[in-house]
């Protein structure tokens, strides 16, 4: 006899209980409903409807994948960013709700000096150079990664955004594929900073299946600044701002090396909504920032 809806959102989420998963019912949500092909919402709408066996084919596997602690992220291939739904893929890091926080330090940056080209260093997902070329219109950004397939992810979301004229996608080593093409108004960037020894402390699910490449930062957790800083300088507008994300254990480090990089320059750093220090800006002209 075939199992209501409810019975299997019920079921799904006490095996991910047992699993160990910390948000079992949710999860098991999401994946019901991304195998039934429906929204979150429509599963309470449809409590009582019957399942039949071949409808539950492709929940298996999935409930399997993530009770092995595989983010749902990866297992629906999509994730909210800044009120847009983003295709993900194991290539990329799956955006984080702090990274918001990044996008808009930089719209705020560029309305205070005005448009102009910006590069997003480490694209991943696309996520901050899609959101930034969709809030301003006619904002090029070049979003640069040194990883082939998290290019495709970020040019199939600016694709599905209807910005793929605008955010151009460029294959290298931080700032070497943007040489010819300032100078930038903006430069934004979430590096890996997660030091090498922190790396195995992190969360299961985010140290066994997102790319170490989007996580490692090698012993001080610092050194992708130092090697975008290296190359930033002779990218620049001369009034440009600088955003980086930053964990907050990080953030004098880097402003350290912001200050060597930019004696004049004026540094402001921002905190999240709870109240942790996420991102750090420089503003070249050394004008127009909360000091
Ligand atoms: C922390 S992830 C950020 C992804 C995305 N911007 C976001 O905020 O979700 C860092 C990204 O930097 C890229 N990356 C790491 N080393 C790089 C390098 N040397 N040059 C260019 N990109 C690099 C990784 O492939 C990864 O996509």
């Keep these: 006899m075939p199992h209501s809806l409810l019975y299997i959102v019920r079921e799904s989420t006490a095996y991910l209980q047992r699993c160990g998963s910390p948000s079992a019912r949710l999860d098991a949500e999401v994946l019901v409903a991304h195998a039934l092909h429906l929204r979150r919402l429509d599963l309470y709408l449809q409590f009582d409807r019957p399942l039949e066996e071949p409808e539950l084919a492709s929940l298996r596997p999935l409930l399997r994948k993530r009770g092995r602690g595989c983010p749902v992220a990866y297992l629906t291939a999509e994730r909210e960013f800044h009120g847009h739904a983003f295709t993900v893929s194991p290539a990329v890091l799956i955006p ?90 903006a430069v934004v960037s979430n590096p890996p ?7 195995a402390a992190l969360d299961a699910g985010v140290r066994n299946f997102e790319p170490v490449v989007a ?32 964990d907050p254990r990080r953030a004098d480090g880097l402003q350290a090396l912001c200050a060597a990089a930019w004696p004049a320059a004026a540094v402001a750093r921002y905190r999240d909504l709870s109240g942790r220090e996420r991102v750090l800006e420089v503003d070249l002209a050394g004008a127009g920032l909360p000091r």
Excluded: K
Excluded at 193 to 199: M, R
């Design 193 to 199: 900073y997660v030091t090498t020894a922190e790396l």
């Design 96 to 185: 984080r709700p702090e990274t918001e926080l990044l996008v808009d330090r930089t719209l705020a940056a560029l309305d205070r000096q005005g448009p102009g080209p910006v590069a997003d260093l480490g694209t991943g997902s696309g996520c901050i150079a899609v959101s930034l070329a969709l809030e301003r219109p006619g904002l090029r950004v070049d979003a640069v990664d040194q990883s082939q397939e998290a290019l495709r992810v970020a040019a199939a979301n600016a694709e599905r955004h209807g910005v793929a004229d605008r955010v151009i996608g460029l294959l290298g080593d931080w700032t070497a594929p943007l040489r010819g093409r300032g100078p930038y108004r």
């Design 215 to 246: 996580l490692d930062a090698g012993v001080d957790g610092l050194d992708p600044y130092r090697a975008i800083l290296a190359g930033l300088p002779p990218l620049l507008a001369p009034d440009a701002s600088v955003l980086f994300e930053i």
